[in-house]
């Protein structure tokens, strides 16, 4: 994001009095090059800034400019701040950078800035290891407008079997998880997570939200997530590996795969879930170089059946 690095730079001249394009390569993670036309860009775009010649030299801003953030509106603090959160593809350098501007923040919004800097989190693993750019629900902007505001949302759902309830919820955080976007949230029978694309209304009923002091989006979804992965994926099968082959195991199966301890002969046990016996079979039948399963039976006799049908499909002829 461009624009991001150019906040950034930004500020770093007005925390120093003079940088060099090598130093600022060095904090926003770019190249000197990418550097350089970041600096020539603020120029362009209307910023004080001059390059000083020579050794000692650099970039400065002239007079020691500052930039007034004053003038923002709520939204506009909201929209900035959302790009120095979890969500942002930005470079952890760019991040800190960009939430130094709360202390140049109104304080008035000071509250609804550092919120929505925690109020997303992009999970770009979906739940079926598909990488697609989310796209989004009717009601996103309502809902993550509610958790930065803290206010509770009357919230009308509509569940995988078509049924409709309306309850009051306590809106903490917004994740986008592959495709879809979830909504995080408190309710009386605890915490819950919507998908925002099921959600049938939203009104905010202006009452503030109950948020707890250690709450953190980020942790919380790993958590759920989780437990969603482990619910979808109930089947376990039993298998030791060869060490060189740890490597293309977490690569097939991510979250899936539990690594243990080594076996006598070398080798190290592991557990990969699925969805069902079968399935995993097919997908372990490819790793035979490597695995060697060790239960449960059910699973082992479906790879003796695929074997058997790999055999008779692709074995010898009997041809010369």
């Not at 693993?125 to 509610?146: E, I, S, Y």
Request: aromatic letters at 4%; hydrophobic letters at 45%.
């Amino acid at each position: 994001m461009r624009a991001d690095r150019l906040m950034a730079i930004l500020l770093l001249l007005q925390r120093r009095d003079q940088v060099t394009a090598a130093e600022v390569a060095v904090e926003l993670e770019i190249s000197e090059r990418t550097a350089r036309r970041d600096l020539d860009a603020l120029g362009v775009a209307g910023v004080p800034v001059y390059s000083v010649q020579g050794r000692g030299g650099g970039w400065r801003l002239v007079g020691g400019a500052r930039t007034d953030l004053s003038g923002l509106t709520a939204s506009e603090v909201r929209a900035l701040f959302l790009v120095a959160g979890p969500a942002s593809a930005a470079t952890p350098a760019v991040k800190a950078a960009l939430r130094k501007l709360v202390r140049a923040v109104p304080e008035p919004f000071r509250a609804q800035a550092e919120a929505a800097a925690s109020s997303l989190v992009t999970d770009l693993r979906g739940w079926d290891a598909n990488r697609v750019t989310p796209r989004p629900p009717r009601f996103l902007d309502a809902l993550q407008d509610a958790v930065i505001r803290g206010v509770q949302v009357r919230l009308g759902y509509v569940d995988r079997d078509g049924g409709g309830t309306e309850r009051t919820v306590h809106p903490l955080g917004v994740v986008a998880k592959g495709p879809s976007w979830y909504l995080v949230a408190d309710t009386e029978a605890g915490r819950r997570t919507f998908r925002i694309d099921r959600v049938a209304s939203a009104d905010p009923t202006g009452d503030p939200v109950r948020r707890p002091e250690d709450f953190d989006l980020a942790e919380s979804w790993r958590v759920i997530a989780d437990e969603i992965d482990r619910r979808r994926t109930p089947r376990e099968a039993r298998a030791v590996c060869r060490p060189d082959g740890i490597v293309v195991l977490r690569r097939a199966f991510g979250s899936r795969l539990e690594v243990g301890g080594p076996t006598a002969d070398g080798r190290i046990e592991v557990v990969i879930r699925g969805g069902d016996d079968l399935v995993l079979a097919g997908e372990l039948a490819a790793l035979v170089t490597w695995v060697e399963v060790t239960g449960p039976p059910s699973v082992r006799r479906h790879l003796a059946a695929i074997g058997d049908a790999l055999l008779e499909r692709y074995g010898p002829t009997g041809t010369a």
